[in-house]
Each structure stands twice: as structure tokens, then as C-alpha cells.
């Protein structure tokens, strides 16, 4: 018997062995209470505790062993020879059954003439203590006698057939293998040759896979480079179209700037035409200014000549008077005689002193009109330097209007030559943008061609390793008749 053979075995007699010591101290715990306390009962406990302990170890640490086995037979019938000597009681030979039973599992007639000898044992000792004890009247023993030969020589001859039949079997197992090893030997020669085959094939075929993978890699390395070089190209086409749309956009900026520069232009021209009339007025007007100037001073040397005459008037108004005065004076001396000269005097005198006051009002308004005269020559001065400044920067307004009409004038002229240029640029985006189309199609084709020649080197690889596997698995098997072969 094998270790599994004698795993199952020995689990089946140890379940057997502990139902039999169970049932054993139950009976005698029954009679325990029954018949009493003696010291056979104390035995058989003390032995079912020893038989459970060698069961126990027999199962658990010899459980693949035939040292297993004779434990377990061993501990059973231990407490079965104490249970029959100390029980005293003819039932108990029942429980050699389950013993002779268990040790037919092991198909080995050793084992099985020790539990016979042992239980033939208990029962020679146990008949002799009855024979002794009660003589011949006790009838039962000649069938139990009878009973227990029968299942010794049943017991013993199960055993024998059991063993021939393992015998012949093993016979024919022989002769089955004999036949087995003589194909395997056949196998293992055409497992060889197989293997031989395998091996003067196996350079050849990892040269063409070799051939293959670097036939792939390169598809695949040109698919992906004409699929990157198609990706730059439609990029390069979107920036090529960007440049066109910000060309149109650029060149009609430039349309609209230069649109609006001929007008500023336009309006500049009007400007500086508006900046020489303004200076040609303000020129008149410094001119007016001048003669005003010049009307005034006009004035205020004839204000002073005026009041010259009139302090002349008031000075010969005032001598007049005191001629007057003394001529009165001296037509009172003379007293009726001088009465016509006293009135000629007195007029002369009134009229002195009119002369004096209308001299004294001309000069009051001479003054008034003097001090206006000044306020108004001030004011014409205030005027001229006005004008002046304001020539001045009507001069420099103009200077600034010159140079922006030369600087509108240079932008013009830039922006000719940046339609020029924005022209070409848009001639060449189109070339470009003719000439990516081309090379899209182009590369695109390319691709197409690359992802299936990609596409087919991948079928003829997965054919190649699917025929290599197919190859490698015949070769694994030779190998593993020639080492089954081997093994035999």
C-alpha cells in the first residue's frame, strides 16, 4: 500500500476503533450503574484512556504509515482483550468483529493473524476463567466458540483472496506496463527523432523570426513616422491657412490704414492750408495792431498837446482876471468917471472866470480821455503781444503739420511697399498651400500603404509564432515521453 492508501485506511479503522472504545465505556458505565463499583470496571477505564492515547497517535502523527495502522489495530485491540478479561461478560466478544473487519483493510495477512491471535487470546483466557468459575454447564460457549472460529477462518480467508487478487493484479499491471514501457520506448524513439528535427529546424526559424519582427518593426516604424509626417503636414497646412486668413486680414488692415492715412493726409493738407491763412490774418492783425498802436500814440501826443493850449488858456484866463481885478479897482478910484470901465472890467472879469472853469472842464476830459488813451495803448500792447505769440505758434503748428503730412507721405509710401510684400507673401502661402495638398495626398497614401504592408507583416508574424508554438508544443511533448521513457 501507497501513503494515500494508507491514509484512507487508517481513517476509516481509527473512526472505527473510536466508535468501538466509546461504545465499550458506555457499557461499562451502564453496568457501573446497574451492578456497582469493582476494580474490572476501573481497568477497563484506565485501558480505554491508554488505547484512545496510542489511537490517537497512531492516526494523527503515523496517519500515511503502516506504523499507523499497527497503533491503531494495536490500541483497539488492547482495550478489547481488557474489556473481554475484566468485563466478565460473553457480549463483549461482539466487539472483536469491528476489529477483524478493520484489519481486512489493509490487505495484509500479518496484520490480520494479530488481531486473530490477540482476540483468540482473550477469547482461550476468558473461556478458561468461565469454565473455571461455572464448568461445563454454561451451554453458550460451544456457539460462541463455533461463531468466533467461523469469523477467524472467514476473516483469514478474505484476507488470503484479497491478497491473490492484489497478486494478480499487480501481475497484470506488470504486463500492462511491460507493453506501456515497450510503446513509450517506441514514443520516446519518435520523440527523438522529432526533437532532432526541432533542433536542425530551430536556427532556421529563429533567423526568420528574426527577419519578421525587424520586417514588422520597420512597417510599423514607417507607419508611424508617415503617420507623424501626415500629422505635421495637415498642421503645417492649418498654419499655412492661419497665415493666409491673418495675409487677408493684414492686407485689409492695410487697405483701411492707408485709407485712412490719405485722409489724414487730406485733412492735414487742409490743416496746414488753414495755418497759412491764419498766419496771413494774423499778420493783418499784427499790421492793424501797429497802426493802432501807432493812431494811438498819434492821439495821446495830440491829448498832450491839447492840454498844453489849455493851460496856456487857463494861465492868460488867470492873468485876465487880475487885470480885470485891478482895472475894477481902479474904475472904483475914479469913482463916476470910471463906472463904465468898472462894468467893462467886471465882464471881462466874469468871463476870465468862465474861461477859467470851461478850461478846467477841458481838462478834466482831457485827462479822462488821456487815461482811457493809456488803458486802450495797454490794451493794444496786451494785443500786439497776443498776436505775436499767437504767430508764433500758428508758425509752430505749421512746422508740426509739415511733419506729419512728411511722415503721413513716408507711411503711404511704406504702405505700397507692404501691399507689395503682403502680395507676395500671399502668392507664396498659395504655392505652399498647393504644394502641402499634394504632399497630404501623397503621404496619406503612403500611410494607407504602410498600415497595411504593417498590417500584413503582423498576420505573417502571428502566422509564423502560431507555427513555431505549434512546433514548440510538439517538441514539449517529445520531451516529456523521452523523460516519462526516462522515468520508466
Do not use: W
Request: charged share 20%; aromatic share 6%; net charge negative.
Amino acid at each position: 500500500m501507497d501513503a494515500q492508501q494508507y491514509k484512507r485506511a487508517n481513517a476509516n479503522s481509527f473512526y472505527v476503533s473510536i466508535i468501538t472504545v466509546v461504545t465499550g465505556i458506555v457499557l461499562t458505565l451502564l453496568s457501573l450503574i446497574t451492578k456497582g463499583f469493582d476494580i474490572g470496571k476501573a481497568v477497563i477505564f484506565a485501558s480505554a484512556v491508554v488505547s484512545l492515547i496510542i489511537i490517537f497517535i497512531g492516526n494523527f502523527k503515523f496517519y500515511e504509515e503502516k506504523t499507523g495502522a499497527v497503533l491503531i489495530m494495536c490500541g483497539v485491540s488492547v482495550f478489547y482483550l481488557t474489556l473481554v478479561l475484566a468485563g466478565n461478560d460473553l457480549a463483549y466478544f461482539a466487539f472483536g468483529l469491528p476489529i477483524l473487519i478493520c484489519s481486512t483493510l489493509y490487505s495484509n495477512v500479518a496484520l490480520c493473524g494479530t488481531g486473530v491471535g490477540i482476540i483468540s487470546v482473550s477469547f482461550i483466557i476468558s473461556i478458561i476463567t468461565n469454565l473455571l468459575t461455572s464448568g461445563l454447564q454454561n451451554n453458550i460457549l460451544v456457539p460462541a466458540i463455533a461463531t468466533l472460529i467461523l469469523s477467524f477462518v472467514s476473516c483469514i480467508m478474505t484476507v488470503s483472496l484479497q491478497k491473490n487478487f492484489i497478486d494478480e493484479k499487480r501481475l497484470l499491471m506488470s504486463q500492462t506496463a511491460k507493453k506501456t514501457l515497450d510503446a513509450g520506448n517506441n514514443m520516446a524513439d519518435i520523440a527523438n527523432k522529432i526533437t532532432e528535427l526541432f533542433n536542425a529546424s530551430q536556427d532556421d526559424l529563429y533567423s526568420l523570426q528574426k527577419i519578421l519582427e525587424s520586417q514588422q518593426s520597420g512597417m510599423q516604424n514607417i507607419a508611424t513616422n508617415m503617420e507623424n509626417t501626415s500629422q505635421s503636414i495637415i498642421k503645417q497646412a492649418e498654419k499655412v491657412q492661419s497665415i493666409q486668413e491673418k495675409t487677408s486680414t493684414t492686407e485689409q488692415d492695410r487697405i483701411e490704414m492707408t485709407e485712412a492715412s490719405e485722409s489724414t493726409q487730406t485733412v492735414i493738407d487742409e490743416g496746414i492750408n488753414i495755418i497759412s491763412e491764419l498766419k496771413l490774418k494774423s499778420q493783418d492783425v499784427s499790421k492793424a495792431s501797429q497802426i493802432t498802436v501807432d493812431a494811438t500814440q498819434a492821439v495821446i501826443d495830440k491829448v498832450e498837446e491839447v492840454k498844453n493850449i489849455v493851460s496856456s488858456i487857463m494861465a492868460i484866463s488867470t492873468q485876465t482876471n487880475l487885470l480885470a481885478l485891478n482895472a475894477s479897482i481902479e474904475a472904483a478910484r475914479a469913482g463916476e468917471a470910471g463906472k463904465g470901465f468898472a462894468v467893462v472890467a467886471n465882464n471881462v472879469r466874469e468871463l476870465a472866470a468862465e474861461t477859467n472853469k470851461a478850461s478846467n472842464e477841458i481838462t478834466n476830459i482831457i485827462n479822462e480821455l488821456n487815461e482811457d488813451v493809456q488803458k486802450a495803448m495797454f490794451s493794444i500792447d496786451d494785443t500786439v503781444t497776443t498776436v505775436d505769440k499767437q504767430n508764433a505758434m500758428i508758425e509752430s503748428v505749421g512746422e508740426s503739420f509739415n511733419s506729419i503730412n512728411n511722415n503721413v507721405s513716408g507711411m503711404i509710401t511704406r504702405f505700397s511697399h507692404i501691399a507689395e510684400g503682403m502680395k507676395s507673401i500671399a502668392d507664396s502661402t498659395n504655392e505652399i498651400n498647393d504644394s502641402i495638398s499634394t504632399l497630404s495626398a501623397t503621404s496619406q497614401e503612403v500611410a494607407s500603404l504602410s498600415h497595411e504592408g504593417a498590417k500584413a507583416s503582423d498576420e505573417a508574424t502571428e502566422k509564423f509564432n502560431a507555427f513555431k508554438a505549434i512546433l514548440v508544443d510538439i517538441s514539449d511533448q517529445a520531451n516529456k515521453l523521452r523523460e516519462i521513457n526516462a522515468t520508466r
